[in-house]
């Protein structure tokens, strides 16, 4: 069971607290495999408008993991993502494919850039890269984080590990996924 409020708490800069409907939002990730977590995310961002997701390359996946561990092929994670993002009402999602960690989020047209506390220094280099090219800082929304019945927080590498299911759940006996060879 994962512990967490309907509507998650956010933290904008850059801005007022008021929630402009109509917005260009990004974010981003690896989303493998998906979680409560990831699940925040997508229903922030869905709030405030129209998404376009930026799903890390296999190159890129691997290189952005603070731990060694296996992570499945973009498709597989891509077919994953837009049979998850479907379920969302809004005005409509994009996913692109994240060949850089600052990705999509430094091109022009985005108005907000949703992340977790653990993404949001990344979240405030997008904005240092955007100021360096002549584009508006973007609104950060920082999505409160999703812990698992433990009390820790619930991550696609505890699930990967096998400590946690995708609720946040503990699996204990559960073997975690083992490299593809």
Do not use: C
Not at 54 to 78: C, I
């Amino acid at each position: 069971m994962t512990t967490r409020s309907r509507d998650p708490g956010t933290t904008t800069h850059n801005s007022d607290d008021t929630v402009d409907p109509g917005m260009n939002v990004a974010l981003g990730g690896t989303f493998d495999p998906i979680h409560d977590g990831h699940r925040a995310l997508f229903e922030r961002a869905f709030d405030l408008g129209a998404v376009t997701v930026g799903l890390t390359s296999d190159d890129l996946a691997v290189q952005t993991r603070d731990e060694d561990r296996p992570v499945r092929p973009y498709a597989a994670r891509r077919a994953d993502l837009v049979a998850e993002l479907d379920g969302y009402t809004g005005p409509g999602f994009t996913v692109r494919k994240l060949e850089s960690p600052t990705g999509i989020a430094t091109e022009p047209g985005f108005d907000a850039l949703v992340v977790s506390p653990e993404t949001e220094t990344g979240g405030r280099r997008v904005n240092e890269l955007r100021r360096e090219r002549g584009r508006e800082p973007l609104r950060l929304v920082v999505v409160d984080p999703v812990y698992a019945a433990d009390g820790e927080l619930l991550s696609s590498t505890r699930i990967v590990r096998g400590e946690v299911d995708e609720h946040g759940a503990l699996t204990p006996g559960r073997d975690g996924r083992v490299a593809e060879h």
